[in-house]
């Protein structure tokens, strides 16, 4: 259980890095814009201490992020998968309200203090406060920063759409050109689907693997892999080579998502009376990567590297193992070096296979 939360959290917090330096560069990009503008027309800025201002951004920034982003990830995204969209919607608003006076107060104290010479005991400084969060420009912040958050957590959701490493990828135009490349490629695919299903019926089975991949995916991001594609109750994952067979990230990879779901037993056994488990195939080679669709647009990859996964994948069953890792595979990423022990099985005929192909497992 600890490791399964310790990569949720790590993911969790290094999206709330970013956010708080996101929100920092906006908020340092509107006391610029503001200042620049202002001196462009001659305003009078007699008494205006810009040093001040620029901490004080710098303060807005800094809490918008940790208030904000916290708000967004441990509590929003929450409320997307598991509440009604319409009371989704009311807590989004209202506590996005309270995250904007916790921000707002606090540097509205701030200004004043270093303004005006007030102490914070002082009645005065909280009744000029108030005051202030009572004009009009104060809308205006107010729908600034719910644009901000909106926008964000749009982006979030794309990118776990997609995919870090597939949305990043459509950014930047990577794929607009089909390339060739190095992958590692898992198909993780879980044992004794078809009497699951009609142990628990399709609602049932489909919340199933909503819980299975759900535990899953903090392992495949913590070992830095791609989810490629969810097809059906399996699970293809990529990795780059030199991020899989880093301290052998892609049989961790496996290793960890057994090690979560076994600890997760009890609530799989109170729930659906049902403990899923995976096996998996491994194998490394050259694809063709590009986009492709017109209406709905995707990036596929093509090569017998798949067809060769999926073949290994299938030999589970048959030899009695969870994983079977191909030998060009096991070569890559020097197994024994990360407290692995490879064990051969041998060279397998592969159905569609003119080859035979030496695999492992672990």
Not at 100 to 113: A, E, H, W
Not at 181 to 203: C, P, Q, W, Y
């Amino acid at each position: 259980m600890q490791s399964l939360l310790s990569n949720k959290r790590r993911t969790q917090i290094q999206k709330l890095f970013w956010i708080t330096l996101s929100w920092t560069i906006v908020s340092m990009y509107q006391f610029f814009n503001g200042y620049i503008t202002l001196t462009g027309a001659n305003c009078n800025l007699a008494g205006v201490d810009p040093y001040l201002h620029f901490k004080g951004s710098l303060l807005v920034g800094v809490l918008a992020g940790l208030t904000g982003g916290s708000a967004i990830i441990f509590l929003w995204e929450n409320w997307l998968r598991t509440k009604p969209y319409g009371q989704t919607l009311i807590n989004m608003f209202l506590s996005f309200s309270v995250v904007y006076l916790m921000v707002s107060i606090p540097t509205g104290l701030f200004f004043r203090i270093h303004e005006n010479g007030y102490s914070l005991t002082d009645l005065k400084l909280w009744q000029t406060v108030l005051q202030d969060h009572l004009r009009p420009n104060q809308l205006f912040s107010y729908s600034f920063w719910l644009f901000v958050v909106l926008t964000t957590l749009v982006i979030l959701l794309v990118n776990e759409k997609y995919g870090p490493g597939t949305f990043r990828a459509f950014l930047l135009g990577k794929y607009f050109h089909p390339k060739r490349e190095e992958r590692i490629f898992m198909f993780l695919d879980l044992r004794a689907s078809t009497a699951i299903t009609e142990k628990l019926g399709d609602e049932r089975y489909f919340n199933f693997i909503n819980d299975v991949f759900r535990i899953a995916t903090p392992a495949i991001l913590y070992s830095k892999g791609e989810i490629y594609q969810y097809v059906g109750d399996e699970i293809i994952i990529s990795w780059k080579p030199e991020f899989g067979a880093q301290n052998a990230n892609c049989l961790n990879c496996f290793f960890e998502i057994q090690k979560a779901l076994r600890q997760r037993h009890t609530y799989f056994e109170t729930r659906y009376q049902v403990q899923p488990e995976f096996k998996a195939g491994l194998h490394f080679g050259f694809v063709i990567a590009g986009e492709v669709g017109v209406v709905k647009r995707d990036i596929a990859y093509s090569g017998d590297v798949l067809n060769t996964t999926a073949r290994i994948q299938s030999k589970c069953n048959d030899l009695g193992v969870n994983i079977l890792v191909s030998k060009l595979l096991i070569d890559q990423i020097n197994p024994e070096n990360n407290g692995y022990t490879p064990k051969p099985i041998g060279d397998m005929e592969l159905r569609g296979k003119a080859e035979k192909v030496a695999l492992f497992t672990i």
